[in-house]
């Protein structure tokens, strides 16, 4: 470990904000120190809960992760924020917008909020998001809120980076059933409709119960063959996935639906207690350890493949030759997957890390 990185581990042990803010700063824009800072982090995760916020863009995003922060913050928590903005694909530029929204949680010494710019990235998250959320955590933050850019059906990201993924709607975010993809039904863990005092809230709360109950083929599963129906809860499936929500008991979890007006600030004590219940559920269950276990091995394979691609494609003697197949691959004498192969087969030391 160079010098440098060595007197910002001693302020950051210290629990210096500068040096977790520098800290940062390398990890985000992969500087020289990043294996260094992350491979001293790595024994100390774990530690802190990662809740992910998604949703659409104006669904109030920004607004329910300032609430759950001031919440968390009078629990006695400290609070690790990364919001995530989009990026311009013409000037790679970005309005951090949301650190102008959480302006008033901004000026607490406990809470730490990182802008992000996604950088292409289509996920909804940045590409080193994970990283940053390490950082946090290895600075020792009780609570990690990762919101992302909020850009639709693509931010499946955050369901592979956070313990609980809390998505979040609003009555005039368009057609329900457009709004209920597969995607985001799987990937949340809590639902809120916030603006639930807009017409439409009702219907669109029944309407993702509804997709729940039906998701879990709760209309048909367990049904006594004869006597001892319960007709209603049969032909109800929304009504089933709202009960089996409010269970503390289940081996399965079915996440609830629950009412927010985040700018009066109303619903958070239902939105933190439902989070704190799907944690529970997840160490009960084992399901905390296997979360945690995969997103081990997803850093492995990211790492690996940054590796592989920047040894490949940052060495001049392989663009050279790849530059020069393309008359074959243009007149069709070869195709994409030969050259691929021959390029693999002929450059692999590089990809060993033997090349050089």
Not at 35 to 61: E, F, N, S, W, Y
Not at 260 to 284: C, M, N, Q, W
Request: proline fraction near 4%.
């Amino acid at each position: 470990m160079t010098g440098e990185i060595e007197r910002l581990f001693e302020a950051f042990d210290a629990g210096r904000s500068f040096a977790l803010a520098r800290a940062v700063s390398i990890v985000e824009n992969q500087r020289p120190g990043i294996d260094d800072i992350l491979g001293r982090l790595h024994p100390r995760l774990g530690r802190a809960r990662r809740v992910g916020v998604t949703g659409p863009p104006g669904a109030g995003k920004s607004t329910i992760t300032t609430l759950l922060t001031k919440a968390y913050r009078e629990a006695g928590y400290t609070v690790g924020i990364v919001c995530v903005d989009p990026t311009s694909p013409f000037t790679g530029g970005a309005l951090l917008g949301d650190r102008v929204r959480m302006e008033s949680v901004s000026l607490d010494p406990d809470v730490f909020i990182r802008s992000m710019a996604t950088r292409g990235s289509l996920g909804g998250l940045a590409a080193s998001t994970r990283e940053v959320a390490d950082v946090l955590d290895g600075f020792g933050f009780d609570r990690i809120i990762i919101e992302t850019v909020g850009v639709g059906q693509s931010e499946l990201d955050v369901a592979r980076t956070a313990d609980s993924t809390l998505v979040v709607l609003v009555p005039e975010s368009g057609d329900s059933i457009q709004t209920l993809k597969a995607g985001v039904m799987e990937i949340a863990d809590v639902f809120v409709i916030n603006k639930s005092d807009r017409p439409g809230a009702d219907r669109l709360r029944n309407d993702v119960e509804l997709m729940l109950g039906l998701r879990k083929g709760a209309g048909y599963s367990n049904v006594p063959a004869h006597h001892g129906v319960d007709l209603k809860r049969i032909m109800n499936p929304a009504r089933v996935a709202r009960e089996d929500a409010q269970s503390n008991e289940s081996d399965t979890w079915t996440p609830p639906v629950l009412r927010a007006v985040a700018v009066k600030g109303e619903g958070t004590t239902e939105i933190v207690d439902s989070l704190d219940r799907h944690f529970a559920y997840l160490e009960r269950t084992g399901g905390l350890r296997a979360r945690r276990r995969e997103r081990i091995v997803e850093r492995v394979v990211e790492v690996a493949e940054r590796r592989m691609r920047k040894r490949l494609w940052e060495d001049e003697k392989t663009m050279q030759w790849l530059n020069g197949r393309v008359d074959e691959l243009e007149s069709g004498r070869v195709t994409p997957y030969m050259v691929a192969d021959e390029l693999l087969s002929g450059f692999g030391d590089l990809v060993k890390g033997d090349g050089k």
